[in-house]
C-alpha cells in the first residue's frame, strides 16, 4: 500500500527554502515536528523510521513515502 502525503508542503520549516521534490516530516533537535529539507532533516539528527520521521517524494501530482 502507498502512503500518500495530503496536503502540498511549500517551505522548509526550519529554512523556509522551497520544496521541490523531497521532504521530510521528521523529528527536529528542537522536540517539535518539521517539514524539512533534505538538508535540515540532516542537520537535525537525519534519522527516518517510527518516531523519527518519513521521507516523501514528488511522483507526478502526489506526494509518496519513500522512505521511514
Known amino acids: 500500500m502507498t ?5 502540498s508542503p511549500t517551505i522548509c520549516d ?3 527554502t522551497k520544496i521541490k521534490d523531497k521532504f521530510v516530516d521528521g523529528k ?3 522536540g517539535p515536528w518539521a517539514c524539512m ?8 539528527g537525519g534519522k ?3 518516531g523519527f520521521g518519513q521521507l516523501y517524494e514528488k511522483k507526478e501530482n ?3 513515502k ?3
Open 14 to 16: 526550519i529554512c523556509e
Open 3 to 7: 502512503k500518500k502525503w495530503m496536503g
Open 62 to 64: 502526489d506526494w509518496v
Open 66 to 68: 519513500t522512505k521511514g
Open 48 to 50: 527516518l523510521g517510527v
Open 37 to 44: 529539507c533534505p538538508p535540515c532533516h540532516r542537520d537535525n
Open 28 to 30: 527536529t533537535a528542537f
